[in-house]
């Protein structure tokens, strides 16, 4: 393993790993995030351009969404999935794409199991899903059998694709772990029971695709560390069960955290950062292969500190390279403060996801629209005003900016943040900070005028301005119930302002 650069800004995060036939030129992994683009092949060029802007921004390590291995498997119905020889050449469209920018990528396979939304749903036992519409099917004998030749055959395909390897979903409560769990698994046969039998599935898939595939591929297993759900498997087993991987064939082990049913949250943004760190830090002391840390970390220090203290040999970022395609790129320039921090809201990446919504970022509305939404510099620059300074006004001012415009940002209060700086007060989401952080980075790098506590009247930029963009933002909804114009009643404007609450009334 190579020593880190002490000159480097972040000299863990930035090594390479030798895999020992490849090399990552970094420990920053994309994880997995299904965006939506996935499921139709005319929509692969759009992805090809939102993975190669991510790789083109450092990235070392690239996961796909997930893709079926057959229909049972499906997420969707005829959702994304690479079962025959006539789709490899859109996905060879992906992996040249990543690799014209110095990156590696793997695909996931991802069989849904219970969590399909289909009725062709399989599982290791008929237990309905409380998050699901289908009760599945309990998989026989010769079911399982056709699973793992159909996991071997996309290991194939993917490999003949052009993918560097795959990544193996065992994590989240898709097929894999829920035949690894006695909560979805009450079989009595060789599948089911103990804790060998029931990771029998996911070893014997392991083994399969590592003699289809060679020994010159990338095989991760995403591995679920804590299920956080009744019934799920013990540290110890789940000890056991990344060792028997281990041994199978695996070359990475990602960690995942709890299920979609889990009531534990995990990934929104009042989770601490790096707070499920330490489970994957145990683990990783007992393991020969790279373990890849993950869930809420979203900044190179942080990540370089996880790499520093031995946590983990690798870190996954999925929603943060969709707030900033370069912040890999932006650490290693030694510019961590211009990076575009995830805030962990889930509105537009995971909710979209959930609704069957192309994905997106609130606070990077380019993502996974890339070949639409195109900056180009202007041949001639206007002046431009732009009236109020929230999220919207912020974004419109530095993309006019960014184009080669003049911009003014009028803005009628005293600071900038409209909602934002609302949003950040609420307990649990400080994050919310990061995106004004960044905007006042970005508006002073492309020194854009601002204006503040200038409150713009009708008529007043008459000639001054080329074009006037209006961001004032919006004036709160008042529910129509008897008494809410009392002197007592406070808006949330109020209360998040200051306003004294439970103040005893004469």
Same mark, same amino acid.
């Given at each position: 393993m190579p020593v880190p650069n002490p000159k480097s800004p972040f000299p863990h995060l930035l090594a390479p790993l030798d895999l020992g036939f490849t090399q990552l030129r970094n420990r920053v992994v994309m994880g997995s995030m299904h965006t939506g683009l996935e499921d139709r092949l005319w929509d692969f060029g759009k992805l090809a351009a939102y993975y190669r802007e991510r790789a083109r921004g450092g990235v070392g390590l690239i996961i796909t969404g997930g893709f079926a291995p057959n229909r049972e498997g499906w997420l969707l119905p005829f959702g994304s999935s690479l079962t025959n020889s006539l789709e490899v050449p859109a996905h060879r469209r992906l992996t040249q794409a990543v690799h014209r920018e110095g990156g590696k990528i793997l695909l996931q396979i991802l069989h849904a199991g219970r969590y399909g939304y289909h009725p062709?749903?399989?599982?290791?036992?008929?237990l309905k899903s409380p998050i699901s519409w289908f009760a599945p099917r309990e998989l026989s004998e010769r079911g399982i059998l056709r699973t793992i030749a159909a996991f071997s055959r996309c290991a194939r395909l993917a490999r003949a694709a052009g993918y560097d390897g795959v990544e193996i979903m065992g994590s989240e409560g898709y097929l894999?772990?829920? %035949?690894?769990?006695?909560? =979805?698994?009450?079989? #009595? #046969? @060789?599948?089911?029971? =103990?804790?060998? $039998?029931?990771?029998?599935?996911?070893?014997?898939?392991? &083994? &399969?695709?590592?003699?289809?595939?060679?020994?010159? %591929?990338?095989?991760s297993f995403r591995l679920s560390l804590l299920d956080l759900v009744e019934g799920g498997n013990t540290f110890d087993e789940v000890r056991q069960i990344a060792l028997a991987l281990q041994d199978a064939g695996i070359t990475l082990l990602n960690t995942g955290i709890g299920w979609h049913e889990s009531r534990v949250p995990t990934i929104v943004t009042s989770v601490p950062r790096g707070a499920f760190a330490e489970v994957g830090a145990r683990l990783r002391r007992e393991l020969r292969i790279p373990l890849i840390a993950s869930n809420r970390i979203n900044t190179p220090e942080l990540a370089e500190q996880l790499l520093a203290d031995g946590s983990a #040999?690798?870190?996954?970022?999925? &929603?943060?390279?969709? /707030?900033?395609?370069? %912040?890999?790129?932006? /650490?290693?320039?030694?510019?961590? #403060?211009?990076?575009? =921090?995830?805030?962990?809201?889930?509105? /537009?990446?995971?909710? @979209?996801? %959930?609704?069957?919504?192309?994905?997106?970022?609130?606070? $990077?509305?380019? /993502?996974?629209?890339e070949t639409e939404l195109r900056y180009r510099k202007v041949r001639k620059a206007k002046r431009i005003a732009v009236i109020g300074a929230g999220p919207a006004g912020l974004s419109a001012a530095c993309v006019a900016a960014e184009r080669g415009h003049q911009v003014s940002l009028l803005e009628a209060t005293g600071e900038i943040g409209g909602q934002f700086n609302l949003a950040r007060r609420i307990p649990g989401k400080a994050e919310f900070a990061e995106t004004l952080r960044y905007f006042r980075k970005r508006l002073s790098d492309l020194r854009v005028e601002v204006q503040l506590n200038r409150r713009v009247q009708p008529g007043e930029l008459n000639g001054q301005f080329d074009e006037v963009i209006v961001a004032s933002g919006i004036r709160p909804r008042v529910p129509a119930i008897p008494g809410i114009g009392h002197r007592k009643v406070l808006t949330y404007l109020d209360v998040l302002g200051g306003a004294p609450v439970g103040a005893a009334w004469r």
């Open positions: 062709l749903v399989v599982s290791a036992s008929p894999l772990n829920q %035949f690894l769990c006695p909560r =979805t698994n009450q079989r #009595d #046969d @060789h599948w089911g029971g =103990t804790l060998d $039998n029931r990771m029998r599935l996911p070893l014997e898939i392991v &083994r &399969r695709v590592r003699r289809a595939a060679g020994e010159r %591929f990338i095989i #040999d690798l870190v996954s970022m999925a &929603r943060p390279l969709l /707030a900033d395609p370069q %912040f890999v790129s932006k /650490a290693a320039a030694g510019q961590s #403060d211009a990076i575009n =921090t995830c805030i962990a809201c889930n509105q /537009a990446c995971l909710d @979209h996801a %959930f609704v069957n919504r192309r994905a997106s970022c609130l606070v $990077n509305p380019r /993502a996974c629209y």
